[in-house]
């Protein structure tokens, strides 16, 4: 990563502190002196907390759009569907639910505790700490902060550099909303990060790469706090011989091409049946054209087509289009780029060499490397070669089909004649599988990645009951735990 700036200026009554390791500290001291009183919070102080987020989003929603265009071109139509609308949706969500949520769940009784009851109650862990990516900065990084506060917890949130027009609107907005105590937003390049790492959170909520999510794993192991990673992969979509051949190749080129296939579960590459292959090719490449223009000047100048965010992410994945093109690889379509403006076409490849690069890294970027497939197990074998992915999409008509995908491969998710969709249901959990992350986001999901599940036995009669298996072991003793053992 490019080292920035570490120079941070609070603003109103904030105290002013640059982002090095001993005011870093003292942040987190004040957080965790201050926890006490943030922990006892009330559903409803924690819905205030969440509305003023609502609210701010609200005020400041062009301020949203024009720093997305200024971080990486994103259209305000994408800026309002992908950042905006996920938030405060995620945002009302648990408003409507923390109640819910925050309620202690009864437990049953086995037989040999009669007179007791048990409950779970879930508590906040602490102070924690956001580390959030530069594709979706507002998404992901307002949307586990929303969970940590309804989870009742204090937060630091360090965005990413990458995206600083996005990171400064969000230090604003949390600077006027909140009492640094409770959440603070800390901007900052590399070191930042490894300072904040060397603090004894109670748990950190990381979004990025697999390789970064490591040292954030190790880094947390130093103080044993618990880790939730969302991280991502390699994740395929899957058009079987029975599927919709033209539907599938609509979704899959709008998932891809989002964001300029800047997201963690866009369709990495596609695995079609031979006899579906060229008719597959044909209708993306149609879609392409609808989505983003029939010429590449048209798609160039398209104002809804974004940029990769900076030029090491762009020379990255114009390295992996070169090394496949030199490698074999067919270009469908697409193929140019610029690096001046950081723009790479939508592009489709088929005929890739399995050695490629393109096949074993993570593309993140606008390009669809097609594969044909002559059975599904083949298709399976494909995917199982390679770590977990986040995300796994399957097109098909066939219950068999999904049935063997669902028993034989792993993912994060899954989607069936869809993509991306399942992110966007708070009602289920979004995380990944292994190497494509550890714990689940959105609604009581992420909630509970937040707390602390406490078990509490209540003894309310019967309070020598117990004694009949204390030592020393008798007769009595004896035939009690052969009793209860016998119905086990």
Same mark, same amino acid.
């Given at each position: 990563?490019?080292?920035?700036?570490?120079?941070?200026?609070?603003? @109103?009554?904030?105290?002013?502190?640059?982002?090095?390791?001993?005011?870093?500290?003292?942040?987190?001291?004040?957080?965790?002196?201050?926890?006490?009183?943030?922990?006892? &919070?009330?559903? =409803?102080?924690?819905?205030?907390?969440?509305?003023?987020?609502?609210?701010?989003?609200?005020?400041?929603?062009?301020?949203?759009?024009?720093?997305?265009?200024?971080?990486?071109?994103?259209?305000?139509?994408? =800026?309002?569907?992908? /950042?905006?609308?996920?938030?405060?949706?995620?945002?009302?969500?648990?408003?409507?639910?923390?109640?819910?949520?925050?309620? &202690?769940?009864?437990?049953?009784?086995?037989? *040999?505790?009669?007179?007791?009851?048990?409950?779970?109650?879930?508590?906040?862990?602490?102070?924690?700490?956001?580390?959030?990516?530069?594709?979706?900065?507002?998404?992901?990084?307002?949307?586990?902060?929303?969970?940590?506060?309804?989870?009742?917890?204090?937060?630091?949130?360090?965005?990413?550099?990458?995206?600083?027009?996005?990171?400064?609107?969000?230090?604003?907005?949390?600077?006027?909303?909140?009492? /640094?105590?409770?959440?603070?937003?800390?901007?900052?390049?590399?070191?930042?990060?490894?300072?904040?790492?060397?603090?004894?959170?109670?748990?950190?909520?990381?979004?990025? &790469?697999?390789?970064?999510?490591?040292?954030?794993?190790?880094?947390?192991?130093?103080?044993?706090?618990?880790?939730?990673?969302?991280?991502?992969?390699?994740?395929?979509?899957?058009?079987?011989?029975?599927?919709?051949?033209?539907?599938?190749?609509?979704?899959?080129?709008?998932?891809?091409?989002?964001? !300029?296939?800047?997201?963690?579960?866009?369709?990495?590459?596609?695995?079609?049946?031979?006899?579906?292959?060229?008719?597959? *090719?044909?209708?993306? !490449?149609?879609?392409?054209?609808?989505?983003?223009?029939?010429?590449?000047?048209?798609?160039?100048?398209?104002?809804?087509?974004?940029?990769?965010?900076?030029?090491?992410?762009?020379?990255?994945?114009?390295?992996?289009?070169?090394?496949?093109?030199?490698?074999?690889?067919?270009?469908?379509?697409?193929?140019?780029?610029?690096?001046?403006?950081?723009?790479?076409?939508?592009?489709?490849?088929?005929?890739?060499?399995?050695?490629?690069?393109?096949?074993? /890294?993570?593309?993140?970027?606008?390009?669809?490397?097609?594969?044909?497939? &002559?059975?599904?197990?083949?298709?399976?074998?494909?995917?199982? /070669?390679?770590?977990?992915? *986040?995300?796994?999409?399957?097109?098909?008509?066939?219950?068999?089909?999904?049935?063997?995908?669902?028993?034989?491969?792993?993912?994060?998710?899954?989607?069936?004649?869809?993509?991306?969709?399942?992110?966007?249901?708070?009602?289920?959990?979004?995380?990944?599988?292994?190497?494509?992350?550890?714990?689940?986001?959105? @609604?009581?999901?992420?909630?509970?990645?937040?707390?602390?599940?406490?078990?509490?036995?209540?003894?309310?009669?019967?309070?020598?009951?117990?004694?009949?298996?204390?030592?020393?072991?008798?007769?009595?003793?004896?035939?009690?735990?052969?009793?209860?053992?016998?119905?086990?």
């Amino acid at each position: 990563m490019p080292v920035s700036s570490a120079s941070l200026e609070r603003s @109103g009554t904030n105290q002013s502190f640059s982002a090095d390791p001993k005011r870093l500290k003292n942040l987190f001291q004040r957080q965790k002196e201050h926890h006490l009183t943030v922990r006892q &919070s009330t559903a =409803a102080e924690r819905k205030a907390k969440i509305q003023r987020i609502r609210d701010g989003i609200r005020a400041r929603r062009q301020d949203i759009r024009d720093a997305l265009y200024a971080d990486f071109q994103k259209a305000p139509e994408e =800026a309002d569907l992908t /950042e905006v609308k996920a938030v405060m949706d995620e945002a009302s969500f648990a408003i409507k639910h923390i109640d819910s949520w925050m309620a &202690s769940e009864s437990a049953s009784t086995p037989p *040999l505790l009669m007179g007791t009851s048990s409950e779970i109650r879930y508590e906040p862990k602490g102070v924690v700490l956001i580390i959030s990516p530069w594709n979706y900065p507002f998404n992901l990084t307002l949307g586990p902060l929303i969970a940590a506060i309804a989870a009742g917890n204090s937060v630091i949130v360090k965005p990413s550099e990458y995206t600083p027009h996005s990171s400064r609107v969000m230090r604003e907005m949390i600077e006027e909303l909140f009492d /640094e105590r409770e959440v603070a937003l800390v901007e900052g390049a590399v070191e930042t990060s490894q300072a904040l790492l060397d603090l004894p959170f109670d748990h950190i909520y990381f979004t990025g &790469s697999p390789e970064v999510g490591k040292i954030v794993m190790r880094a947390a192991a130093e103080h044993l706090s618990s880790v939730t990673l969302e991280l991502g992969g390699k994740s395929p979509a899957i058009v079987d011989a029975t599927a919709d051949v033209d539907d599938a190749a609509a979704k899959i080129a709008w998932g891809k091409f989002t964001n !300029t296939g800047q997201t963690c579960i866009a369709p990495d590459y596609a695995l079609v049946h031979e006899s579906r292959h060229d008719a597959f *090719l044909k209708r993306i !490449t149609h879609y392409i054209s609808e989505y983003y223009g029939q010429t590449d000047e048209q798609r160039r100048t398209t104002p809804d087509y974004a940029r990769l965010v900076n030029e090491k992410h762009f020379s990255r994945v114009q390295s992996l289009l070169t090394d496949a093109v030199q490698s074999g690889a067919t270009v469908i379509t697409g193929g140019q780029t610029d690096a001046d403006a950081q723009y790479i076409a939508p592009t489709v490849l088929s005929d890739i060499p399995s050695e490629s690069r393109i096949m074993d /890294e993570e593309i993140f970027g606008p390009i669809l490397p097609v594969v044909p497939f &002559s059975d599904l197990n083949s298709a399976i074998d494909r995917i199982n /070669e390679k770590p977990n992915p *986040l995300a796994l999409y399957l097109f098909t008509r066939d219950e068999a089909a999904e049935h063997s995908i669902l028993s034989r491969t792993h993912a994060g998710g899954t989607c069936i004649n869809e993509v991306l969709l399942h992110y966007m249901n708070p009602h289920i959990p979004f995380g990944g599988n292994g190497h494509s992350g550890i714990g689940m986001g959105h @609604g009581k999901y992420a909630f509970r990645e937040f707390s602390h599940a406490r078990s509490v036995l209540r003894r309310s009669y019967g309070s020598k009951l117990m004694r009949y298996i204390y030592p020393p072991y008798g007769s009595l003793s004896r035939r009690m735990i052969d009793a209860a053992l016998k119905y086990l």
